[in-house]
């Protein structure tokens, strides 16, 4: 596994041992972290706490007052394909590269193909790790299945 995924995911496991949604990301800036997140919804009770949210706002903490000029060109790695509200983070960021960990555990929202529209390089890795992590969580909270594979979530009109 790229050592870049291997990063996000320890913050997957990172939420869920905190019992949140086991989600990782990192943003990548010229072969180094420059922010982490992960997904701490049910910790925080925010809904905008979604892991790329996180790494892009550790990447804002540390970007010297200019966050386009670190994020524009940037790579997102996370382990789960972005919801709306990410993609959306993502494109307004200018973010060049979005590598994703898995895409068998989420229902996708519209996303890959709104991201590929707007000329963001997305590769798709199916790592095992990622999805085991994700096993695992499910195992332990059942519920969540519904709640990801939902065929009642939106989707966006592309």
Request: hydrophobic share 40%; aromatic share 6%; charged share 25%.
């Amino acid at each position: 596994m790229d050592a870049f995924m291997t990063v996000a995911l320890e913050e997957a496991r990172l939420s869920m041992a905190e019992d949140g949604y086991p989600i990782g990301s990192v943003v990548v800036r010229n072969g180094e972290i420059v922010g982490r997140g992960r997904n701490r919804f049910l910790q925080t009770g925010d809904p905008t706490t979604h892991a790329e949210m996180e790494a892009i706002r550790d990447a804002a903490k540390h970007s010297g007052g200019d966050v386009d000029a670190l994020l524009n060109g940037a790579s997102v790695y996370t382990t789960m394909m972005p919801c709306e509200m990410c993609a959306g983070a993502i494109i307004r960021f200018g973010i060049a590269r979005v590598v994703v960990g898995e895409t068998q555990t989420y229902t996708d929202a519209g996303t890959l193909t709104l991201m590929a529209r707007q000329d963001i390089r997305v590769e798709v890795m199916q790592e095992s790790e990622c999805i085991a992590v994700v096993e695992e969580y499910v195992k332990a909270c059942p519920e969540w299945t519904q709640v990801m594979r939902a065929r009642t979530r939106r989707r966006l009109a592309l």
